[in-house]
């Protein structure tokens, strides 16, 4: 029995761990503050071959937390206001900071980003709705 529940908690550690590095990688690429009480409801990372990889993270938020992630992406570099909805697949008019370009904007319920890294091999997207308290961040790289 004290063997399981060394196991259990080793995997735990193991867990908290992992989303705690997710949530700071997609911090650095989007320039927003995931709030510490998010809740990780998914966190994956997927090889796909030779040809690349997927990382995912979805989290469910607070009402406090969903205020604050509302006000950081505001604050962010990549954040624009528009008037129109951006054809993700078409012209992005991105900003450029640091290694990625990007952009945040009002999209129906909450906040879309769409972004690349600066060679255009990866791909970056997020989504934050406020009306459901969830957000969710991807990154579809070329290896």
Not at 18 to 25: D, F
Not at 74 to 80: G, N, Q, R
Request: with cysteine; net charge positive.
């Amino acid at each position: 029995m004290r063997t399981a529940i060394i196991i259990f908690f080793f995997f735990l550690l193991i867990f908290i761990s992992c989303s705690y590095k997710s949530k700071k990688y997609f911090e650095g690429i989007t320039d927003v503050t995931i709030p510490a009480s998010a809740k990780v409801i998914r966190d994956e990372y997927n090889k796909m071959g030779s040809a690349g990889h997927a990382q995912v993270l979805e989290v469910k938020l607070e009402v406090d937390a969903t205020h604050k992630l509302m006000q950081s992406i505001i604050k962010s570099h990549y954040y624009k206001q528009i008037d129109t909805i951006i054809d993700p697949v078409g012209y992005v008019p991105f900003i450029q900071h640091g290694k990625y370009k990007g952009l945040w904007y009002k999209h129906k319920n909450g906040y879309a980003f769409h972004g690349r890294t600066l060679n255009d091999r990866d791909v970056i997207t997020a989504t934050f709705d406020s009306i459901e308290n969830r957000a969710s961040f991807g990154i579809f790289a070329d290896d």
